[in-house]
């Protein structure tokens, strides 16, 4: 099984296996691969813990209950299934800054942790706001042929490749 | 369809993280957990983002459309308006590139024990729709329908049944992915 060791596999075959899941989730789970709506659930769960009822009357979360659910348990998943793979390949390792990140703007865990939290604050919002992430959109939605989708990762991609620009080529640079 | 399978709660959780467990596993293999390729990907230095996701779409498009001509699945294409796709989409972008995690590559990247991912990316993914959820009344009745175009999928805005547009589809993708190695990218 030293395929399973390996650290990585060609992008090619994730890919078509990444694909091949999707058929599967759609055959047995009538569901399309996505992760954004189990952050929205999340919130609303955590809003709930203060609130009480009453965060479940906000209408977003009428709409999207702040509940576990199909997608929920993907997410969870996910975490335990890359797991899985970085273990048996030697590199589960717990790090705070990324090699790329350390490389321009130095080694400091504070400056990335606060530059991840506005990034993520964008991605919550923007995710929601355009109904879906990547995964939803950029895969799950493109292999539909949904048009929405088509144009989500459009801005998805031209957004994000303008501010890594703006970042590393020039307030990096 | 497997209507029975899909109505039964409980399997359908236990199905969902096995998807998971799978998804996470290949995101992983991929490298696609990693903050260092999805802001190579933006910066154009490192194409395995793009690879992996071409290559789903491909196999996924084939394989979806097939399931549903023998009638075995249905599609579920999202709602879309100018209004919410445009600016959603370029608020997501910003973040990605801000973040260099996007929602399923940032559970990746706390399985892989990536803290910035964790702190930074979950907690602030979290933040940020339940922001939405609380600007969502407002955003509703102003921005989110303006210039709605449905649920509407490429065959239909062409008018033709979809088998005209997957194949020619899938063959220009991966026309795409041959031209990214003939590039030696």
Not at chain 2, 2 to 30: E, R, W
Not at chain 2, 115 to 143: E, H, K, N, S
Not at chain 2, 156 to 164: D, P, R, S
């Given at each position: 099984?030293?395929?399973?060791?390996?650290?990585?596999?060609?992008?090619?075959?994730?890919?078509?296996?990444?694909?091949?899941?999707?058929?599967?989730?759609?055959?047995?789970?009538?569901?399309?691969?996505?992760?954004?709506?189990?952050?929205?659930?999340?919130?609303?769960?955590?809003?709930?813990?203060?609130?009480?009822?009453?965060?479940?009357?906000?209408?977003?979360?009428?709409?999207?209950?702040?509940?576990?659910?199909?997608?929920?348990?993907?997410?969870?998943?996910?975490?335990?299934?890359?797991?899985?793979?970085?273990?048996?390949?030697?590199?589960?390792?717990?790090?705070?800054?990324?090699?790329?990140?350390?490389?321009?703007?130095?080694?400091?865990?504070?400056?990335?942790?606060?530059?991840?939290?506005?990034?993520?604050?964008?991605?919550?919002?923007?995710?929601?706001?355009?109904?879906?992430?990547?995964?939803?959109?950029g895969i799950s939605g493109t292999l539909q042929l949904a048009a929405s989708s088509w144009l989500a990762v459009a801005c998805f991609f031209a957004g994000g490749v303008a501010v890594a620009m703006l970042i590393f080529h020039v307030l990096g640079g | 369809m497997l209507t029975g399978l899909h109505s039964k709660k409980g399997a359908q959780l236990a199905l969902g993280l096995l998807a998971g467990i799978v998804f996470g596993f290949l995101l992983q293999k991929g490298g696609a957990t990693q903050y260092d390729v999805i802001i190579g990907q933006l910066l154009f230095e490192d194409f395995t983002v793009v690879k992996i996701m071409l290559s789903a779409v491909v196999v996924g498009m084939i394989g979806v459309h097939l399931l549903r001509s023998l009638g075995l699945a249905q599609l579920h294409p999202k709602?879309?308006?100018?209004?919410?796709?445009?600016?959603?989409?370029?608020?997501?972008?910003?973040?990605?590139?801000?973040?260099?995690?996007?929602?399923?590559?940032?559970?990746?990247?706390?399985?892989?024990?990536?803290?910035?991912?964790?702190?930074?990316?979950?907690?602030?993914?979290?933040?940020?729709?339940?922001?939405?959820?609380?600007?969502?009344?407002?955003?509703?009745?102003?921005?989110l329908n303006k210039g709605d175009f449905g649920d509407i999928t490429l065959p239909q805005l062409l008018k033709v049944n979809a088998w005209y547009v997957v194949p020619p589809a899938a063959a220009g993708l991966v026309g795409l992915l041959a031209l990214l190695e003939w590039a030696g990218l």
């Amino acid at each position: 099984m030293e395929w399973l060791e390996m650290s990585r596999w060609s992008p090619y075959l994730v890919g078509a296996g990444i694909g091949l899941l999707s058929c599967l989730t759609f055959l047995l789970s009538d569901k399309p691969l996505g992760c954004s709506t189990a952050f929205a659930r999340s919130s609303g769960m955590i809003e709930r813990i203060f609130r009480g009822r009453k965060a479940s009357l906000r209408p977003y979360f009428q709409k999207f209950a702040p509940v576990v659910d199909w997608e929920w348990t993907l997410v969870v998943g996910v975490i335990i299934g890359a797991a899985i793979s970085a273990k048996l390949s030697g590199s589960l390792a717990a790090t705070w800054v990324p090699d790329k990140w350390a490389d321009t703007f130095g080694p400091a865990a504070a400056p990335r942790l606060a530059v991840a939290v506005l990034g993520g604050i964008l991605m919550g919002l923007g995710s929601r706001w355009a109904g879906g992430c990547t995964s939803g959109h950029g895969i799950s939605g493109t292999l539909q042929l949904a048009a929405s989708s088509w144009l989500a990762v459009a801005c998805f991609f031209a957004g994000g490749v303008a501010v890594a620009m703006l970042i590393f080529h020039v307030l990096g640079g | 369809m497997l209507t029975g399978l899909h109505s039964k709660k409980g399997a359908q959780l236990a199905l969902g993280l096995l998807a998971g467990i799978v998804f996470g596993f290949l995101l992983q293999k991929g490298g696609a957990t990693q903050y260092d390729v999805i802001i190579g990907q933006l910066l154009f230095e490192d194409f395995t983002v793009v690879k992996i996701m071409l290559s789903a779409v491909v196999v996924g498009m084939i394989g979806v459309h097939l399931l549903r001509s023998l009638g075995l699945a249905q599609l579920h294409p999202k709602q879309g308006s100018w209004g919410s796709i445009l600016i959603g989409g370029l608020l997501f972008g910003c973040g990605f590139a801000t973040l260099g995690y996007c929602p399923g590559t940032v559970a990746g990247a706390v399985g892989n024990g990536h803290l910035d991912a964790l702190i930074g990316g979950v907690g602030g993914i979290l933040l940020g729709a339940w922001l939405f959820a609380v600007l969502y009344p407002r955003l509703q009745a102003t921005i989110l329908n303006k210039g709605d175009f449905g649920d509407i999928t490429l065959p239909q805005l062409l008018k033709v049944n979809a088998w005209y547009v997957v194949p020619p589809a899938a063959a220009g993708l991966v026309g795409l992915l041959a031209l990214l190695e003939w590039a030696g990218l």
